[in-house]
Structure formats: C-alpha cells, structure tokens
C-alpha cells in the first residue's frame, strides 16, 4: 500500500516551458487535490476533484490545467511555467467519514518545481 | 475568502513542558478540522481530528474545538525534541480545505 505518489521529485524548468506532474493513490479515495506552499504562505489549493469525473478551482487556479484520469490518478500540467510558479506542489486524498464529515487528507511526498 | 488564522511563533518549549497550538477559522459552516505536523522537507502528516465541540485526546495530544468562538486549539503534554516542526491548522469547509500559515514549534531539551 504505497499510499500517495508523486512524479517527479525535482524538477526545473525554463519560462515557458511545460510540465504535467503526476499522482495516484491506492486507497480508493474518492478526492484528491492538488496544493502549493510556498514560505509564509501555507498550502494553498489551486484544484480539487471531488469524486472521478468532476474538477474543480481552489483558491490559485491561474496558469495551471488538472486531468482527473481515472479514480486513483489526478495530474497537473503547468502550460507556461513561470518564475511565480516556483514551489513546492503536493497531491493529497481524502474520503467521507460520514455524510457532511471528511476524513484526513493523505499528503504525496511532494514536487519542488523551480522556474528560471 | 475563507480564512484560518494561526500564529506564526516560532514558540519554543522546555523537553518536558506543554505546548499549546491555537488556530481560528472564519467559516461558521465549517465541519471538520485537522491538525498536521510538518517536518522540515517532508510532506504534512495528520495529528488530529476533530469534528464536535469540546476535547478529543490521542496520547499526549489533545485538541479542542469550541464552534461558537471559531477556535481550535492544540495541546502536547510532555513536550519531546521530536515533536519540533511546523504545525498546520486545516479547516474543511464544502469541499475543500483550507490551511493556516503553520506555526513553528522547537522544543529545547
């Protein structure tokens, strides 16, 4: 049970170019998420999938794409990096406890993407 | 805009003493809330949940929600070196969670 994974680890790239970071998740969650943080500012949500076949805008959606491919694999594409997009990019899952209540987000070990 | 305030510290411990972790929400209809730990590199692990009002106790962890006020508190009894890191409060709220800035904690053996 490999939990949350993430593709690739490191990565830089040039201004303008583009990228699609990948994840999945086994635990047969029906949300993921995709977050940025970068220092003093938190995680930050750019896009959401609530359950296969829907996605949603988080709170800095601009300048990125999300692909809900299936019900484990969620992926974000930056179309034309920019020096503003340098961060830290984590993927997370989570499920319903019960009617209304969310269990815990499972955090992927996390993309640190830099942009010259 | 949903907000989830925490103090940013850093709050620094004696080994063995208690630390308190506050956290306040802006969204009265928020549902769950989460405290993570956050080491330096690594990706956020889950403490605690909540849900209902008043205490919730794991170990040396206790976390407290009080609805009325919009606060969240986080209490380590017995305060360890290892418990050192970054801590993040996070607050469902329809379908998405929103987290505080963290607040730094360093116990000092």
């Known amino acids: 049970n490999a939990g949350v994974t993430q593709t690739p680890k490191f990565q830089v790239l040039k201004t303008g170019q583009s990228m699609t970071l990948q994840c999945a998740q086994d635990m047969n969650h029906n949300s993921m998420y995709w977050y940025r943080q970068d220092p003093g500012m938190g995680l930050r949500l750019i896009y959401y999938s609530a359950s296969e076949g829907t996605t949603d805008k988080g709170e800095v959606p601009n300048g990125y794409n999300v692909s809900r491919l299936n019900k484990r694999e969620f992926s974000l594409r930056l179309e034309s990096a920019a020096p503003s997009q340098t961060s830290v990019y984590f993927c997370a899952s989570s499920d319903l406890l019960m009617r209304g209540i969310y269990n815990e987000q499972f955090f992927g070990p996390g993309t640190r993407l830099t942009v010259l | 805009q949903k907000e989830v305030e925490q103090n940013s510290g850093p709050l620094s411990v004696p080994e063995g003493a208690i630390a308190s972790l506050n956290c306040t929400y802006s969204?009265?209809?928020?549902?769950?809330f989460f405290w993570y730990r956050q080491y330096s590199g690594k990706s956020p692990e889950l403490i605690m949940f909540?849900?209902?009002?008043g205490d919730k106790e794991d170990g040396r962890f206790t976390a407290q929600l009080n609805k009325a006020s919009q606060y969240v508190s986080l209490l380590i009894r017995d305060s360890q070196p290892s418990d050192s890191a970054t801590y993040l409060c996070a607050v469902k709220s329809g379908n998405q969670f929103y987290f505080g800035t963290g607040t730094s904690l360093t116990v000092i053996p």
């Open positions: 969204d009265r209809g928020s549902q769950s």
């Open positions: 909540i849900y209902s009002n």
